[in-house]
Structure formats: structure tokens, C-alpha cells
């Protein structure tokens, strides 16, 4: 049987977690039929760094990860790769002419770039103090009053006016370039997440388009749906605390990529208190979100309608919504000054204090019990 490599590149955000779950379970149940290995994050960031200098060393991590691997179809798998074709390209390229394997596939999955980011927030940026510091100096240099929008709102504002989308076009034709030499050895795949309008399974869509061949009949038991989030009393209550401290005083809130496990069991202990976000949406009206969104729809949609059209994915999934509009720097400030005057600063301070004290109470009963 001919050898094959599929390298999972993520990207982040994309279901990535609940694939490497699902690809797990297959590898225990194939005892040996299929080899899975997740990537070492830190372990990848030095060689991406290594290969850019080219440094003696840079495919050690890779080389020892690869000569482990015993099975004539194997997955590596880690998110981060999404970010680095060149690191990708080049363990595609080792894997061929070292370690006899006779073909790869590059496989990634990508999503909607304003659910993208509004994700992103929910997983890392809410407790990134220099983006949340850098946002509020943003508002405030447009002399807009940057305590009556919340963190989010904050965060998609700025991204509308200053920042830069996720290019997947831009991204898989990186893919595609980085494995042009290599003489149709190497396929490269890629396709929308799956969302609740338009659903599939995401085990069997990787298995099927990369070519693997399992011998397994039913693959649904291990289909897993991996999405754990933090709740949005921690969300508002870190992201509102952060954003009114001063950049020089510390904080012993966990920044993004550390303390997941200490914040869930935070967020359990919130769980268990009185439902203190109803007011969310009386004072912070979704409207404005919305309409930060449609604009960040309508900006990448034809970068999405190329990605489509590259990777034959389906243009449904990232088809804007008919009220899309997007707009110049102008109208989104206008729009966010406009809004601004609705809302009610002192009501607004008041609700941030409560959902601040009662994240604060869950975090002081977790630090206690351990």
C-alpha cells in the first residue's frame, strides 16, 4: 500500500479541536491502522523561525516526528500551520524525499471572517490587555467615548476601520505555490466549517477528501462536536476590568493561550449564580454589532467568492446577508457616534460593575477551594 501524509493546518477557530478529538478516537480504534500525531505549538514556532534564518536544525522537531511514524497513512495535525505555508511546504517536501511517503494531502478548514473574529474574542482577545488597551486609545483619539460600546463591540469597530481580514485566497494560493514543485504529489483541500444552516460531518469530509482509506463503516459514533466556550459573564467581566486598568498595573487574569482550565472551572462557579446579563441587550443593543459585521461581509466577500472559486467551496457560506452594506471610515465613525448617544453611561457602569463583581466572587471561591 502506497504511504500517504495529510498535514491538518487548522486554521484556528475552524473546528480544529473537534477534528484532532475525533481523529483520536479513529487512531485508538484502528489500533495502528492510522497514526496521529498533534504538533508541538512551541516546537513549531522555533522551526518556522529556524527554516526563515536557515538554521542548522530546523527540521530536527520535524524529522523526529515524522521517523516515529510507522503506519502507511498518518495525520499530523496542529492549527498554528494555517499561519505558516512555508513550514508546510517544506514538511510536505521532507516527507516525500525522507521518509518514503509516497503522497501528502494539506488539509484546513475555514470559516466566515466576522464569525471569525467575533470567535477569536471569545477565546482569546477579551483577555489580551494590549488589544483591549489599543482598541479603548483608538476611541479615545477619535473622541469617541469608548465606555459606552463593550469590549467586542470595541474590538469589531476597530477591526472595521483600521485592521486587516483573514484572506483565505490569499492563504490556500500560498498553499498551492508552496507545493507547485513537488510534481502533483501533494494535494492541497479545503472547505468551509460546518455550520447549522448548512451541516455535514466534519470526521467524514476530512476522511473523504483527503483520500484516506479507513476500513471503517461507520465513523459517526466519532464524529465528535468539541465546542467548549467561556461564558459571557467572564467574557464581559475580564474584557470591562481589563480596559479600565492602567497598562503599567498588573492582573492576575490569565492572557490569551493560558488558564483555559482555571477560567471553565471559573466559569462553572458563574453558572451556578443568579442569570446576571440580562440587561446585556437593553443596554448594549445588537444592532450596532450587526451592522459592524455586514460591513466586514460586504469587505471580504470577494476575496471569499475567489477562495470559493479556488477550493470549490460551496458560496453559500460565506454569502453576506441581503442588508450587508459596507462602509467608509466616515459613516462607521458617524455610525458609532450616532449609537453612542442612545446609551446611558451610568446605567452602563453600573451593569459592568455587577457582571465584574460576579465574576469576581467566582474567581475568589475557585482560588479558595484549591
Given at each position: ?121 471569545a477565546q482569546w482577545y477579551f483577555r489580551d490587555r494590549k488589544k ?130 482555571w477560567l471553565f472551572r471559573v466559569c462553572d ?102
Open positions: 500500500m502506497s504511504r500517504t501524509l495529510v498535514i491538518h493546518v487548522g486554521a484556528q477557530k475552524c473546528a480544529s479541536s473537534s477534528l484532532q478529538a475525533s481523529l483520536r478516537l479513529v487512531h485508538q480504534a484502528l489500533k495502528g491502522g492510522l497514526g496521529f500525531c498533534f504538533l508541538n505549538p512551541a516546537q513549531l514556532r522555533a522551526a518556522d523561525v529556524a527554516l526563515a534564518k536557515q538554521s542548522d536544525g530546523a527540521f530536527d522537531y520535524v524529522d523526529q516526528v515524522l521517523s516515529r511514524q510507522v503506519c502507511d497513512q498518518v495525520v499530523i495535525s496542529h492549527e498554528m500551520l494555517g499561519n505558516r505555508p512555508a513550514l508546510v511546504s517544506s514538511i510536505a517536501e521532507r516527507a516525500l524525499g525522507v521518509f518514503s511517503f509516497d503522497r501528502v494531502v494539506i488539509s484546513g478548514y475555514t470559516r466566515l471572517q466576522s464569525n471569525y473574529h467575533v470567535s477569536s474574542f483591549l488597551l489599543s482598541d479603548v486609545k483608538i476611541f479615545r483619539d477619535l473622541g469617541l467615548p469608548w465606555r459606552k460600546f463593550t469590549a467586542q463591540e470595541r474590538s469589531l469597530f476597530v477591526l472595521s476601520l483600521t485592521g486587516k481580514d483573514r484572506n483565505w485566497c490569499a492563504n490556500y494560493r500560498r498553499f498551492l505555490a508552496g507545493v507547485s514543485h513537488l510534481s502533483g504529489r501533494v494535494r492541497v483541500v479545503s472547505c468551509h466549517m460546518p455550520t447549522r444552516q448548512l451541516p455535514y460531518s466534519l470526521l467524514q469530509h476530512f476522511v473523504e477528501s483527503t483520500g484516506l482509506d479507513l476500513g471503517l463503516e461507520d465513523l459517526s459514533s466519532m464524529d465528535v462536536r468539541k465546542n467548549q466556550s467561556f461564558h459571557p459573564v467572564v467574557i464581559h467581566g475580564v474584557s470591562s476590568f481589563s480596559s479600565d486598568l492602567p497598562a503599567n498595573r498588573q492582573s492576575f487574569f490569565p492572557g490569551p493561550h493560558e488558564g483555559n482550565r462557579r458563574v453558572s451556578d449564580q443568579a442569570d446576571v446579563m440580562n440587561e446585556f441587550e437593553d443596554l448594549f443593543s445588537p444592532a450596532f454589532e450587526r451592522r459592524l459585521l455586514n460591513h466586514l461581509d460586504s469587505r471580504t466577500a470577494a476575496d471569499n467568492h475567489a477562495y470559493c472559486e479556488l477550493m470549490s467551496v460551496d458560496q453559500r457560506y460565506f454569502q453576506p446577508s441581503s442588508d450587508a452594506v459596507m462602509m467608509t471610515g466616515a459613516e462607521l465613525k458617524d455610525l458609532a457616534s450616532q449609537m453612542a448617544k442612545t446609551r446611558r453611561l451610568k446605567a452602563i457602569q453600573t451593569f459592568n460593575r455587577s457582571i465584574e463583581d460576579a465574576f469576581f466572587n467566582a474567581a475568589r471561591k475557585e482560588i479558595v477551594s484549591t
